[in-house]
C-alpha cells in the first residue's frame, strides 16, 4: 500500500510480525493520524479486533492467525487463544477460517504459517485485482461502499484492487465513496487510500447513492466479510440498498472477495449471523452526542443481500456468477 507520510512516499501493509510481536496500522486514527501500535499477546490482538483497530474480513483473518502465533510463542493455550478470538466479531467468515487454518499448523512453527497465511491473501488480491481490472475501461465511474482495500486485507484490496491496477496500467477512473455511517470508514479509509493511490474521487453521503446510480454510475464494486454457499452475501451495512438500487437502474454489482470468504457450512444469507453493535456508534460522532439524550439507536454493523443482485463474484480463481459458486467454493489458499 502506497502511503504518503511528511518525509515521503512508503510501502507497508496493515499488519506484520516483526520479533514475535505484530505491528499494525491504528485504523481508528486515520486520516488525521498515521500511528503503528505493538501487539504483544493474543488478548491485546483479540482486543484490537473487538475495538476495531484492525478491520475488514481478510485484514481480520490475518491478525486472528498472529494472535494465534502470539500464543503459540508465549506457550499459551492455543484452543483457549482459539475460543478468545472466535469471540470477537461473529459475521467475518476470514477470521474463523484462518484460526482453523493456524490450529491445523499447531505442530510447525505459527509464525511462519502466520506470514505464509498473510502473504497468500496478498497474493490473492493481486489475482482479484488483474481479473476485476478487466471490467474497468478509460473513464469508468465506480460506486464503492465501506473500505475494501489494503487497509482491510494487509495489502491492495479487494473491491479497491481492480482500481488500483487499473489506474496503475494508466486508466482514468472516477470512484464515488459512500461515506460508511456510522463508523465512516469509506469517508476515513477508501478516501485516504484512493488519495494515496492518485485515483480521481469524491466523498459521497451514504443517501446519495441512489442519486448517482440513476444516472452517473458504470459499475459498483464491494467487498464482501461472508459469502453463502447460494450466493447469498454479509458486507457492511448499507450494501444491500445499494444493491437493490443498482439492479433498478441497470448498473452491474459485483462482488470482489479471495475464496476463504466463502462459508460452504453456510447455505444462505439467512443464516449468517449479524453483528450488532454499540448504540454509542450511531449517537455519538468524535464524542459529540447528535441524537437527543432519551433517545436509543440499532447498530447492525453488516446486513445480507441476495445472490439475485450480484453480477459476479472477483475472485482470485477468476469472475464468477452467483449460480456458479459451488464449483469453487472448496478450493484452498
Not at 505484530?22 to 490482538?45: C, F
Request: aromatic letters at 6%.
Amino acid at each position: 500500500m502506497i502511503v504518503r507520510t511528511p518525509n515521503g512516499t512508503k510501502d507497508m501493509r496493515a499488519l506484520w510480525m516483526e520479533k514475535n510481536t505484530v505491528r499494525m496500522i491504528d485504523q481508528r486514527l486515520l486520516p488525521g493520524k498515521l500511528k503503528i501500535v505493538t501487539i504483544h499477546t493474543y488478548q491485546e490482538m483479540a482486543e484490537a479486533i473487538s475495538n476495531m483497530t484492525v478491520r475488514g474480513a481478510p485484514a481480520i483473518g490475518v491478525a486472528a492467525a498472529y494472535g494465534m502465533a502470539l500464543a503459540w510463542h508465549r506457550g499459551a493455550d492455543l484452543g483457549k487463544a482459539a475460543k478468545m478470538i472466535r469471540a470477537t466479531r461473529p459475521t467475518a467468515h476470514d477470521l474463523f477460517y484462518a484460526v482453523d487454518r493456524m490450529l491445523a499448523s499447531r505442530d510447525g512453527d505459527l509464525s511462519e504459517a502466520a506470514d505464509a497465511f498473510a502473504d497468500g491473501i496478498v497474493a490473492k488480491c493481486e489475482r482479484i485485482g488483474r481479473n476485476g481490472a478487466r471490467l474497468l475501461k478509460d473513464d469508468t465511474r465506480i460506486l464503492t461502499h465501506c473500505n475494501a482495500g489494503a487497509l482491510a486485507t494487509v495489502d491492495f484490496g479487494t473491491a479497491l484492487a481492480p482500481m488500483r491496477v487499473a489506474n496503475r496500467a494508466g486508466k482514468k477512473l472516477f470512484v464515488y465513496v459512500d461515506e460508511t455511517r456510522p463508523r465512516l470508514q469509506g469517508a476515513k479509509l477508501t478516501a485516504w487510500e484512493l488519495l494515496n493511490e492518485g485515483i480521481e474521487h469524491r466523498i459521497i453521503p451514504d443517501n446519495a447513492a441512489g442519486h448517482y446510480l440513476k444516472n452517473d454510475v458504470d459499475i459498483v464494486i464491494v467487498g464482501a466479510d461472508r459469502i453463502a454457499r447460494n450466493g447469498d452475501f454479509a458486507n457492511k451495512i448499507g450494501t444491500y440498498e445499494k444493491a437493490v438500487l443498482a439492479k433498478e437502474n441497470g448498473v452491474p454489482f459485483y462482488v470482489a472477495a479471495p475464496v476463504s470468504t466463502f462459508d460452504p457450512s453456510t447455505r444462505r444469507g439467512d443464516e449468517i449471523v449479524i453483528e450488532e453493535r454499540s448504540q454509542s456508534e450511531v449517537l455519538f460522532i468524535d464524542g459529540v452526542r447528535i441524537g437527543p439524550r432519551g433517545s436509543r439507536a440499532l447498530n447492525p454493523a453488516f446486513d445480507v443481500t441476495p445472490a439475485r443482485y450480484v453480477k459476479g463474484f472477483i475472485t482470485e480463481n477468476g469472475i464468477f456468477k452467483p449460480g456458479s459458486v459451488s464449483a469453487f467454493k472448496n478450493r484452498r489458499l
